[in-house]
């Protein structure tokens, strides 16, 4: 429970600080996402606002890579958790770098709202059985987070973010900038990004699969291993 405490505090001021300088500010980028690029030139100078969120996601995913190496339960997407937050380190630290900032802004915004749904879920899960009572308000919080989730996951990460960022970078960076640097490196990784979206949207239509079919009754990870005869890949020592 810490862990998932600790993340949804995380995600939930990480999203809200986005969904600030996206809605609250004069950055146009998610109404018109073509202007990410508008006005780019390399050394550009970074707004101190998105900096900040720069700053502060680029701390939280690097503490995530060894979290998932040495502190998390080690589950069956674990290995694709381990990749996916490398991708994002390495998406985050370049595109500060070269100054695709504007295109990180509406990334982070679009993927940490399905994380904030998530964290309120387990959560939810966690204390609907506190001290052996059945709390039927967190229940209910429970599957409704789990329904949010759901929708929000292929709302956001599957349509939205094909049709707003990948659009803008695949698309219309070149019309704003012929010659603009790193193309095929930065939309190979978004692609990745959004190879994984998808894998783990498999997961997410398992789960309401089982519930459908009435083979699972109460909420719980399809990611955990079902038994000990499925026994988790070894996870490396921290002396390795």
Known sequence: MPESAWKF????????????????????????????FYDWKPGMAVPRDISAAYLLQGSF?????????????????????????????VLIV?????????VGVLVLFLHDISDVQLE???????????????HRLHALAAD???????????????????????????????RSVPDIPFYFFFNALLLALTLMNLYWFLYIVAFAAKVLTGQMRELSDVREYDSAAETPSPRPGKDE
């Open 61 to 89: 995913y690097g503490h995530s890579i060894y979290a998932t190496l040495y502190m998390d339960a080690w589950r069956k997407d674990s290995v694709v958790m381990l990749v996916h937050h490398v991708v994002t380190l």
């Open 9 to 36: 505090l995380f995600y939930l001021g990480a999203w809200s600080y986005s969904a600030y300088l996206l809605f609250s500010t004069d950055y146009p980028f998610f109404h018109d996402p073509p202007s990410v």
């Open 144 to 174: 409704l987070g789990c329904v949010s989730f759901s929708v929000s996951w292929f709302w956001f990460r599957l349509y939205w973010f094909p049709l707003k960022v990948l659009y803008a970078t695949l698309h219309c960076s070149l």
């Open 120 to 134: 309120f879920t387990k959560l939810n899960v966690y204390f609907k059985c506190r001290g052996g009572t059945h």
């Open 94 to 102: 370049s595109s500060y770098a070269f100054r695709y900032h504007n």
